[in-house]
């Protein structure tokens, strides 16, 4: 009886094989070791350009110019998920071309190339890798989210967006208008109609450079609040009332959406949104207020 154990034969064939493996993958290695710096300046003149370059729709990935410093934030986040998917998606896609062209059965062999199976190294990787990449996305998106939903404990001017079908009515709850009915400024109106057009929309005015907190409420159904360059959109739910809250880096004028199907007339429950100056903020809600105080009310 022999003293010295053999070496199960499993064993002699995987190093068999793994030699094998290494000595077919030297040359991809060095093609490969050539092409890394190449691909790792790609990546980085791709981050350049989208960081450089003028502001466009292009390097905007097709979302409008951001208002606010919220939809400056979900912008900057909307990039960053493009730049990381690419990143992976070269990686993957070199590495499928790399085993295409150097996995490839050999030519005038009519063996099937090396078959690999049950290699925990990479297992793991391919696993553990996922994870990271969920775990960044995460990050930064929990990150973000918690910048666009804070809510100062002070803001400037508070605006209460009452949605109703199928219209909407916007109360400046701290400009008073003593007498009136609802005893502050309040901006209402009439949906889109093949009459009137855009003519009769409620109007939302709000200044630039100020913390403006939305609080919205519904009296009927659930909608939603949209304004496009806000970047943001939020559920106007009965009962449940929402809230957030935006500082508008710019001036700017559109038209808001309802953007949840609330009924016959949804896409006629649009509104006029307009960003000014403080000053002309001020002047606006001056005159809003006499107005509404000789009116005796909502206007
Ligand atoms: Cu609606």
């Not at 034969?9 to 092409?35: F, K």
């Not at 690419?86 to 990686?91: C, D, E, F, L």
């Not at 990271?132 to 002070?154: C, H, P, Y």
């Not at 809230?243 to 953007?259: D, L, Q, R, Y």
Request: proline fraction near 7%; include cysteine.
């Amino acid at each position: 009886m022999s003293s010295v154990p053999s070496a199960p034969p499993s064993r002699d064939a995987h190093d068999q094989g793994r030699a094998e493996r290494s000595a077919a993958a030297r040359p991809a290695r060095t093609r490969l070791s050539r092409l890394a710096p190449r691909a790792a300046l790609l990546a980085v003149l791709g981050l350049a350009i989208t960081g450089c370059t003028p502001d466009n729709a292009f390097t905007r990935l097709g979302w409008p110019a951001p208002v606010t410093t919220q939809g400056q934030v979900a912008l900057t986040l909307w990039q960053g998920s493009w730049i990381a998917a690419w990143i992976v998606g070269a990686v993957v896609w070199g590495l499928i071309i790399w085993a295409i062209i150097f996995h490839r059965k050999k030519r005038g062999s009519a063996a099937p190339p090396h078959q690999v199976r049950y290699n925990l190294p990479i297992e793991m990787l391919y696993t553990v890798v996922p994870f990271i990449m969920v775990g960044v996305l995460f990050f930064f998106t929990a990150r973000d989210e918690n910048f666009i939903d804070k809510l100062s404990a002070r803001p400037a001017v508070t605006i209460t967006v009452v949605g109703y079908q199928w219209s909407w009515e916007f109360q400046y709850n701290n400009y008073p208008v003593p007498g009136s009915s609802k005893g502050y400024v309040t901006e209402n109106g009439l949906p889109w109609s093949p009459e009137s057009g855009s003519a009769q929309l409620p109007v939302l005015v709000i200044p630039k450079g100020e913390t403006v907190r939305f609080n919205l409420v519904s009296t009927d159904v659930i909608h939603a609040f949209w304004i496009v360059p806000f970047e943001f959109k939020r559920d106007v739910i009965p009962g449940h009332p929402n809230h957030f809250e935006v500082t508008a880096t710019k001036t700017g004028s559109g038209i808001g959406h309802c953007t949840e199907l609330c009924g016959l007339y949804h896409s006629r429950m649009l509104f006029k949104w307009r960003i000014v100056t403080q000053a002309q903020f001020n002047a606006w809600i001056h005159a809003q207020q006499a107005a509404q105080q000789k009116a005796g009310g909502a206007q």
